[in-house]
T-cell receptor, first 113, second 114 residues
Framework: DAEITQSPRHKITETGRQVTLACHQT?????MFWYRQDLGHGLRLIHY???????NKGEVSDGYSVSRSNTEDLPLTLESAASSQTSVYFC????????????FGPGTRLTVT | DQQVKQNSPSLSVQEGRISILNCDYT??????FLWYKKYPAEGPTFLIS?????DKNEDGRFTVFLNKSAKHLSLHIVPSQPGDSAVYFC?????????????FGKGTLLTVNP
């Protein structure tokens, strides 16, 4: 069965370190997204990609970057981790047809100390 | 500017009764509206959607109603079951920009008591 996976599921890192969260999907979807979920804010879009070599900033992109070298993977990099980036991160992918539902991974809980 | 709003952070209902979750939006150009359910320590899962040209969509115990003039939609769960206890997110696609991006509300925590 097709799926979307994230690794690691939990990560503790120190302020200032570079961190990369992995996202891998076997749906063969062109569209991929990264969100963060924080209490009182719901799901906020960080970055998204509509295909290989395409990346776009979302509403909370500062301090994050992504790259898309193949269809299956969209890694999220925190260039210099900050305590404000402690959150739960979700990766998602979607089809090209309506209603454009997104399929989510299980999430990565990141703690920056 | 919050384009999709879920004004009730939480809702508690008794098993067997109806649960009604509400969502308001400000952008009249949204094309589709979607509901997601999220259990703790899991990713959100798609539940049901409705096109902006419809006013009702039903799938088993779940029905979504859309009132375009009021820019309001609601999710009805009948009958509610303890396994329905989760956070429910309302989302919308389109809005004048890319159809592929979803704009999410902040979520409503539903608790169904046995």
């Amino acid at each position: 069965d097709a799926e979307i996976t994230q690794s690691p599921r939990h990560k503790i890192t120190e302020t200032g370190r570079q961190v990369t969260l992995a996202c891998h999907q076997t749906w063969n979807h062109n569209n991929m997204f990264w969100y963060r979920q924080d209490l009182g804010h719901g799901l906020r879009l960080i970055h998204y990609s509509y295909g290989v070599q395409d990346t776009n900033k979302g509403e909370v992109s500062d301090g994050y970057s992504v790259s898309r070298s193949n269809t299956e993977d969209l890694p999220l990099t925190l260039e210099s981790a900050a305590s404000s980036q402690t959150s739960v991160y979700f990766c998602a992918s979607s089809e090209l047809r309506a209603p454009y539902e997104q399929y989510f991974g299980p999430g990565t809980r990141l703690t920056v100390t | 500017d919050q384009q999709v709003k879920q004004n009730s952070p939480s809702l508690s209902v008794q098993e067997g009764r109806i649960s009604i979750l509400n969502c308001d939006y400000t952008n009249s150009m949204f094309d589709y509206f979607l509901w997601y359910k999220k259990y703790p320590a899991e990713g959100p899962t798609f539940l049901i959607s409705i096109s902006s040209i419809k006013d009702k969509n039903e799938d088993g115990r779940f029905t979504v109603f859309l009132n375009k003039s009021a820019k309001h939609l609601s999710l009805h769960i009948v009958p509610s079951q303890p396994g329905d206890s989760a956070v429910y997110f309302c989302a919308a696609s389109g809005g004048g920009g890319s159809n592929y991006k979803l704009t999410f509300g902040k979520g409503t925590l539903l608790t169904v008591n046995p």
